[in-house]
């Protein structure tokens, strides 16, 4: 199928990129720093947390917020991925060549789409293994652990859908990333004043629009189908406005 053949293609070219293997060591390092520091504020809190009647376990104090500062800290660095998957193409002219081959627009985007996905699944994988280990000492709740891991996967597939469409509006990779940074912390603060008096249904809008809403309900262990559906509706979206932009450019090429 050639979906996954673009598909595989994407997902080794990101991995003979110094820069997947840079970002995939600072973001480790990073978390598991942030990792270590949590557990030892959770042990450092055991005596006051005995004299509470219902005291937060440590998938409340450890592993939700490792889950929420990865998806801070990949906010920041995702748009240096995603910047290089169409306007790196079309600044040295390999997007022409790739659009000549007997491929349908759709094909092209979507293969790309699902190499990053793999991409980001890995990286999921191997920031999930830190929570996992405290299993060896620790109960935590499997249930928001699950929830936490899905909604951090979904959250990065939303980011990864907005990149790669603001790749595909430039042939400069650089403002391909700022622009997709831009963006993905618009959308992530959209609400942030949303509490402060005003309007209820314009607070619920902006509410509804802001990723980070549907993802802290995700960590919080509440899965239900209005944030689900929010993400697969924003990947859908930004992946048909990525086709129609290639398309356009197929035309005027």
Same mark, same amino acid.
């Given at each position: 199928?050639?979906? =996954?053949?673009?598909? #595989?293609? &994407?997902? !080794? *070219?990101?991995? %003979?990129?110094? /820069?997947?293997?840079?970002? +995939? ?57 995603? =910047?290089?998957?169409? #306007?790196? &193409?079309? !600044? *040295?002219?390999? %997007?022409?060549? /790739?659009?000549?081959?007997? +491929? ?150």
């Amino acid at each position: 199928m050639m979906i =996954m053949d673009i598909a #595989s293609r &994407e997902f !080794r *070219n990101l991995f %003979l990129t110094p /820069l997947a293997w840079v970002i +995939l060591g600072v973001v480790q390092f990073i978390l598991a720093w942030f990792f270590f520091s949590s557990i030892e504020v959770f042990f450092s809190l055991q005596d006051q947390l005995t004299t509470m009647s219902n005291p937060p376990g440590v998938t409340d104090l450890v592993i939700s917020p490792l889950f929420r500062t990865a998806g801070i800290v990949l906010l920041m660095v995702l748009p240096l991925l995603t =910047m290089r998957l169409i #306007s790196e &193409e079309r !600044r *040295n002219r390999s %997007l022409i060549l /790739l659009q000549s081959a007997p +491929l349908s627009i759709s094909e092209i985007v979507i293969g790309k789409y699902l190499g990053l996905l793999m991409f980001i699944a890995v990286v999921v994988v191997v920031i999930s293994l830190m929570p996992v280990s405290l299993y060896l000492g620790t109960t935590p709740d499997t249930g928001k652990f699950i929830a936490g891991v899905l909604g951090l996967f979904l959250l990065l597939a939303a980011f990864s859908a907005a990149g790669i469409y603001m790749s595909s509006l430039t042939d400069n990779p650089m403002v391909a990333a700022i622009s997709s940074f831009g963006l993905l912390l618009l959308l992530w603060i959209i609400n942030s004043g949303s509490g402060q008096g005003g309007d209820g249904a314009s607070s619920g809008v902006l509410g509804y629009l802001s990723m980070h809403t549907h993802f802290s309900n995700m960590l919080r262990g509440i899965v239900n189908t209005a944030d689900i559906a929010y993400f697969i509706l924003f990947i859908l979206c930004f992946i048909i406005l990525t086709i129609r932009q290639m398309e356009t450019i197929r035309l005027q090429s």
